[in-house]
C-alpha cells in the first residue's frame, strides 16, 4: 500500500538501508509486469531477455522524474546579493542551473517501469497497444538481482516541490525526484492505480547508451508471458516457437485465463 511504499522511499532518502531491507522482506511482492506494446522491437527484446530504459523526458507524464524547487526567483535575488560580496556568483551559471533545474533534471533521467499488477486496463491500452501487445511476469527477487540499477516502489503521496534548504542533502534530493509521482496526472491519469516499481538513474550510471532515447539491460527470464486478447497471430506464433526452440519453462497466458504449456 501507500504507506509501505512512502516508508520505502523515506528510507532511501536518509539512507536508512536496514528500514528498506526490512520493508522488502515484509512487503515485495513476488512478481513484478511489464506490458510490452507488441512491435517486432519488444519480442525481439524479449527473446534477448532484455527491456528498454528510457529517457524521461519520453514518459507519458510530464512531471514524471522532474525536480522542482519553490520559489525560483527569490533564489535567484539571493544569487544577486550574493553576487556583490562574492565575485563567483556574478557567473551566470548559478541563475541559469536554478532555473533550468526542472527541465535539465528530467532530460537527465532514464526509468524503467514495473507494475505490480497485470490486469490495469489503462496499461493494456496504452502501454500495450489496446490488447494487441503482451505482458511479462518476472520473478521480483530475479529482477532486483538482475543487474546495479536500484528497483525500488514509487511513493504517489511524497512528491513535491522542494525549500531549497532541503537541497542539502544529495540522497533526499535524487530520491524525491526518480521514485515519487502524483497520483493523478494533468489528464487525470490514475497513476497510483499502475502500483508501480521501477529501475531509476542517471545517465552518467548507464555508461554508453543505444542511442540517444536510451537503452536496453538485462532482465531475468520472464515467469510467465501474457499474450493480449488482440494479440496477432503472427506474434503469437514467433513468442511459442522461441519458447518451443530455447525448451524454456515459462507459462503462456491468453488474457486473464491461464494455459500452461
Known sequence: DEQCRSKFVKALMKNEMDIVNKLIAVAAPKSLFKYRYGEQRDIEALKENKVWIGRAIYLDDSEDARFRVKNTYAICQCIDMLAVQNEKFKNHKYKRDVLSIADTSKKDSFVCSF?????????WENYANGYNGFCIEYDFWELKNANNLLLAPVSYSLKRELDIRE???KQWMVFMQLYTKYPVGSNGEHWSEQLEWRYACYEKNLGVLDNEKGKLISV???KKIIFGKNMSEENKIQILSWIKEKRYNIFLNAFIIAIPV
Open 220 to 222: 531475468p527470464l520472464p
Open 115 to 123: 507494475s505490480e499488477t497485470e490486469k490495469n486496463e489503462y496499461m
Open 167 to 169: 537541497c542539502d542533502s
